[in-house]
């Protein structure tokens, strides 16, 4: 019944940029930790960026620092991935996750989208 649906992916050249956004049809995941995750040819699922509940905290994984943004829209609704800098190794299918708790202050990602293709051209 719950369905996180992302979008925004694309083909970029290498040093370019993309925006991906994610939103929810059905329950409405204001007050839930959120993330990105991504996921190459041939390799496991890993940790792109969350944001905790209230939008006041993120974190990152060291190979994105400084080149991604993760946010979401002041209603909580919609959560963002800012993505500049693009380099060829980010490419992968980026998915949307949803905590399964609201106002938790550890994640613990239950929700899932369908994924959206990022392919950075070197």
């Known amino acids: 019944q719950v369905q996180l649906v992302e979008s925004g992916g694309g083909l970029v050249q290498a040093g370019g940029s993309l925006r991906l956004s994610c939103a929810a049809s059905g329950r409405i995941f204001s007050n839930y930790g959120m993330g990105w995750f991504r996921q190459a040819p041939g390799k496991e699922r890993e940790f792109v960026a969350a944001?905790?509940?209230?939008?006041?905290?993120?974190d990152y994984a060291d190979s994105v620092k400084g080149r991604f943004t993760i946010s979401r829209d002041n209603a909580k609704i919609t959560v963002y991935l800012q993505m500049n800098s693009l380099k060829a190794e980010d490419t992968a299918v980026y998915y949307c996750?949803?905590?399964?708790?609201?106002?938790?202050?550890?994640?613990?990602?239950?929700?899932w989208g369908q994924g959206t293709q990022v392919t950075v051209s070197s």
């Open positions: 996750a949803a905590d399964r708790y609201p106002y938790r202050s550890r994640y613990e990602f239950y929700y």
């Open positions: 944001i905790n509940w209230s939008g006041g905290t993120t």
